[in-house]
């Protein structure tokens, strides 16, 4: 049984990126900002310390000089050499013996403050140092205040900061080494840009798949590891295309088959029985034939549902208008709510096999106040088919989408298959649409069928580009 070690946290899954090009480049910016962290703190413990540490050996020489030469002078020699220093006896009030850390100025703070504790060390202990800021606030203008000795009294004097105690060399260094990283993960980015680009190919031929296209072969020719997905899904679909092929031919010699008895059993009927003669016999064998033969066609309409028809430009809107009419003709009234749509690419036979399934549904089951609307919405022309029929809800019908499922309202219907509702998604789906069902209010079914405005191309044609 798995544990919890076996994956991230849960809080740790909900903040990690989505995709894989972002957790590459997360993880590839984590890595490259470790190695620039582990390498500041390396150049500033092996390089910058000792070299300011250095420098405050220097400096505290000369200020031991300084105090050696203004204690062996003469007193008013040294009185008069302190002046020339601009010494004072007591220090400035704000001058301040740990000066605060400016984070603005990370690294220049830092290196005052390693200089200022280097540079007590080296000094004697009768000999403090301060630091006093100028009023505006800039470390370039600050001084240093240290106490020596003149005439044998106690003077404190400022000293300008050697250039090693400011040294702004780190600071081009850090400048450089981030300018290193972001090229590094821009590098890192295009990369990963580059092993991508196999991948969406790969979805997108995978969601050709699934909605019923037949996609170009995937290109083999990058990193063995994607080619190696590739082959193996042109394998894929070259198995699926072959058990296409095998399952039309199949049912295409099942119905020739069947149907070939089925016509010669009806000449027989017809030559054994004159007309006149068990004409309810007669009437009762022709209708189970033509039941027979109605589910042959069911099932050779799922088969293909217009898989090898090309799309043609067409008006959905006369199409609608002409089932309509002939519904009409057949005794069953749709009122017609016709809105503008584009001229569009659709597969004529399969959407009129679409709308014809809807409209016989909503006959059979419907029953009253039928109605056809279109519409436009999301890139997609869209065609309602409403009744009012009783006894079945909307996600009853979603369940029917499934092959051979039938509703408890189709038990008392002969001839069916449960491939109807089938074939309608089916052929919505080749279309780059759906078929979804509302529930009216006051009663009644709403069939919503989408179809894509720019559809996918049918099996065997050019892929875009």
């Not at 070299?51 to 204690?71: G, H, P, Q, T, W």
């Not at 008069?80 to 740990?98: F, K, M, Y």
């Not at 899904?233 to 095998?246: G, I, K, P």
């Not at 959407?351 to 014809?356: I, K, P, S």
Request: glycine share 6%.
């Amino acid at each position: 049984m798995a544990t919890s070690a076996d994956s991230p946290p849960r809080a740790a899954r909900h903040w990690l990126p989505r995709s894989l090009l972002s957790r590459n480049i997360a993880l590839l910016v984590a890595l490259v900002a470790l190695t620039q962290i582990c390498s500041l703190s390396a150049l500033l413990h092996f390089v910058q310390r000792p070299r300011i540490d250095r420098a405050s050996i220097i400096f505290s020489d000369y200020v031991k000089v300084l105090d050696n030469m203004l204690v062996a002078m003469p007193p008013a020699e040294s009185r008069a050499a302190a002046e020339r220093l601009n010494a004072q006896r007591d220090v400035p009030a704000s001058s301040v013996i740990a000066p605060p850390m400016n984070p603005l100025r990370f690294f220049r703070t830092w290196q005052r403050d390693v200089f200022l504790d280097a540079l007590r060390r080296h000094l004697p202990a009768d000999m403090p140092v301060r630091w006093e800021i100028a009023d505006n606030d800039q470390d370039d203008e600050a001084r240093l205040w240290i106490r020596v000795h003149a005439a044998g009294e106690p003077i404190w004097i400022a000293l300008p900061m050697t250039a090693d105690a400011q040294a702004s060399g780190i600071t081009t260094a850090i400048v450089l080494s981030l300018g290193l990283a972001l090229l590094a993960a821009l590098t890192g980015w295009l990369i990963q840009l580059h092993l991508n680009r196999p991948l969406a190919e790969l979805a997108h031929a995978a969601r050709g798949v699934s909605a019923g296209e037949t996609p170009a072969a995937l290109p083999t020719d990058g990193p063995t590891e994607i080619a190696e997905v590739s082959r193996a899904f042109n394998q894929m679909t070259d198995a699926l295309r072959q058990a296409e092929a095998t399952r039309a031919l199949m049912l295409a010699g099942v119905s020739h088959d069947i149907r070939t008895p089925l016509t010669k059993l009806r000449l027989a009927i017809a030559m054994a029985l004159p007309r006149g003669t068990n004409d309810g016999l007669v009437a009762s064998t022709e209708s189970y034939l033509d039941t027979i033969d109605t589910i042959l066609q069911q099932f050779m309409d799922y088969a293909g549902s217009g898989e090898r028809e090309a799309p043609q430009p067409g008006d959905l809107n006369a199409l609608a208008g002409q089932l309509v009419a002939d519904f009409a003709g057949l005794g069953h009234e749709f009122d017609f709510e016709e809105n503008t749509l584009p001229v569009f690419a659709f597969r004529p036979v399969a959407v009129m096999r679409l709308l014809m399934n809807l409209m016989q549904n909503a006959v059979v089951y419907g029953r009253t106040d039928l109605s056809i609307r279109t519409w436009q919405e999301d890139g997609c022309a869209c065609v309602a088919v409403r009744d009012r029929g009783n006894g079945i809800r909307a996600e009853e019908l979603e369940r029917l989408k499934l092959p051979f499922s039938r509703g408890n309202n189709a038990r008392g219907h002969s001839g069916g298959t449960g491939l109807g509702l089938a074939i309608v998604d089916r052929i919505a789906r080749q279309q780059g649409g759906s078929l979804t069902f509302l529930d009216r209010e006051g009663g009644g079914i709403e069939a919503v069928v989408k179809l894509s405005l720019n559809p996918p191309p049918f099996p065997g044609a050019a892929p875009r580009t």
